[in-house]
């Protein structure tokens, strides 16, 4: 490369992290997570009468952390037990309990969190694990169904000509079944995960700490502007991790492309 390309190439590589969504969303959120304090005179004219105008009880990073601590630990056993199961239904004598694990995440995900929270709570008691619970069979079908869909899309013709190279089932499953549906596995977590980053705000009602907690209790003490904060940090929360997935599929579509 000339100097000259690379003065050229320079502006060009500006220009594309400067108009990437995921900064501007990334600083709106980071600013929403320390600089809403900053905002108190705003909110105190908005709603005059309101004291505190900002929510205090603890920090919005610390709600985000375990917020964020319960979708990521829920998202990964979901991940792991969905994918197993579509690995275990998509070959062998696995085939015939298709239906049936059709059905069971089906179950998860017609059930509302509140339902699931009910029935957890005098089981399990009040705090994290009855929200885990709920996320974890929440997020299932999604994960089940896209990896299903990948494993069955792969060809015939591709896992013939990998056992004619000598590969193992196993070999096959992890170096050519996998990658090649590993986009439709994640546009499953994707929409797992973003789902239950809204639906782990109502662990706050049973006693987990999340960006749910402001909301709930904006609701329960008539205070309007913990409600908007909490759903300020939530949305940005949601649209930052999609767009993060959008550019993992991007780069997962162009290296199968390739």
């Known amino acids: 490369m000339t100097e000259d390309d690379s003065s050229r190439s320079v502006p060009i590589m500006a220009k594309r992290v400067l108009g990437s969504a995921i900064l501007w969303v990334g600083l ?45 630990a829920s998202s990964l056993v ?13 070959r062998g004598a696995g085939r015939e309990f298709r239906a049936a694990v059709d059905s069971v995440a089906g179950i998860g995900q017609t059930f509302p969190p509140t339902t699931v929270l009910a029935v957890a709570v005098p089981i399990v008691g009040f705090g994290v694990t009855p929200t885990l619970i709920a996320l974890m069979l929440y997020g299932l079908l999604p994960i089940v169904e896209n990896a299903i869909a990948g494993f069955e899309g792969v060809s015939p013709a591709v896992l013939e000509a990998g056992a004619g190279m000598g590969l ?43 960006l749910g907690t402001p909301i709930i209790s904006g609701l329960v003490g008539e205070k309007m502007p913990y409600v908007i904060q909490g759903t300020i940090v939530v949305g940005l929360f949601a649209i930052l991790t999609d767009l993060v997935f959008e550019r993992l599929d991007q780069h997962f579509r162009s290296r199968r492309g390739g």
Do not use: D, K, M
Not at 41 to 64: D, I, K, N, Q
Not at 78 to 90: D, E, N, P
């Open 78 to 90: 979901s991940t792991i037990v969905g994918v197993g199961l579509a690995v275990f239904v998509t």
């Open 168 to 210: 193992s089932r196993l070999q096959l499953l992890w170096r050519v079944e996998l990658p090649l549906a590993a986009p439709l596995i994640l546009s499953g977590v994707r929409t797992s995960v973003i789902v239950n980053i809204g639906t782990a705000t109502i662990g706050s009602t049973v006693g987990a700490l999340t």
């Open 28 to 72: 709106l959120f980071v600013g929403s997570l320390f600089l809403l304090p900053a905002f108190r005179s705003l909110f105190e004219w908005a709603f005059p009468g309101v004291e505190p105008a900002v929510y205090s009880r603890t920090t919005f990073l610390a709600l985000w952390l375990s917020h964020a601590g319960l979708v990521l």
